[in-house]
């Protein structure tokens, strides 16, 4: 009897042993490579995550080419707004990104090297007007994807303040975040609401810039 005593002791403490083990696999399987979790990382959130990337640095690096290639002062002061401004929003993504073990593209995807290239091979009017188009179609695709991932009461109250344009107004009218159960998604998300007032201010600035553009064409 002794000797069963024992044997159970032992055959449990091998089950004990064996349940630890798969926990541990199947908490591993969750974790990336950098020890966070990302079993609950969408494709769609993946998808955000690389073309928000992209259209930031698309934005930088088509306005540091517009900053040595322009001759216009408005187009110049435009291209130093975006250089400034731009990679603020870049840098919370990445930190966002990397809590979240997302990746984050380094280069320009091959749409927007053509466009950068196209642009390299402009000079005078002609740069600025292929220019302040990329900005407004760019723009407006940016602001397209935030807005899907904002709740859309605050931000159609926002936008009829910003129409006003009383800046204290607009800081004062908060944009919320879509709400998610998914803790990655509602991050981007929050990301995505902080993100969206100057996203828009820059639409608005770059179609004015546009208009002028064209204006200057047409004197």
């Known amino acids: 009897m002794r000797g069963m005593g024992v044997f159970a002791v032992a055959l449990a403490a ?24 990302d079993g609950n990382v969408r494709d769609a959130d993946r998808a955000f995550v690389k073309d928000a990337a992209i259209a930031n640095m698309a934005e930088i690096e088509l306005s540091r080419s517009a900053l040595d290639r322009s001759p216009s002062a408005d187009v110049k002061k435009f291209a130093q707004m975006m250089v400034d401004d731009h990679p603020a929003a870049a840098d919370k993504l990445k930190a966002l990104a ?9 280069e320009l995807d091959d749409k927007h090297r053509d466009l950068r290239e196209k642009l390299a091979a402009k000079q005078g ?88 553009v064209k204006k200057r064409s047409t004197d």
Request: hydrophobic share 40%.
């Open 14 to 37: 091998t089950l004990v042993a064996g349940c630890n083990k798969e926990n541990a696999a199947r908490n591993d399987s969750t974790v990336g490579t950098a020890g966070r979790v």
């Open 98 to 106: 990397t809590q979240h073990n997302l990746e984050v593209p380094a």
């Open 125 to 212: 009017l002609d740069f600025d007007k292929d220019y302040a188009e990329a900005m407004v179609e760019g723009h407006q695709a940016f602001t397209d994807k935030l807005e899907a991932r904002i709740d859309r009461d605050t931000l159609s109250k926002w936008k009829e303040t910003f129409v006003g344009k009383n800046t204290a107004e607009v800081k004062a009218v908060a944009i919320a975040a879509e709400k998610s159960d998914n803790p990655i998604t509602f991050a981007l998300n929050q990301w995505a609401a902080e993100t969206y007032p100057v996203a828009y201010a820059h639409l608005e600035a770059a179609k004015a810039m546009r208009d002028g």
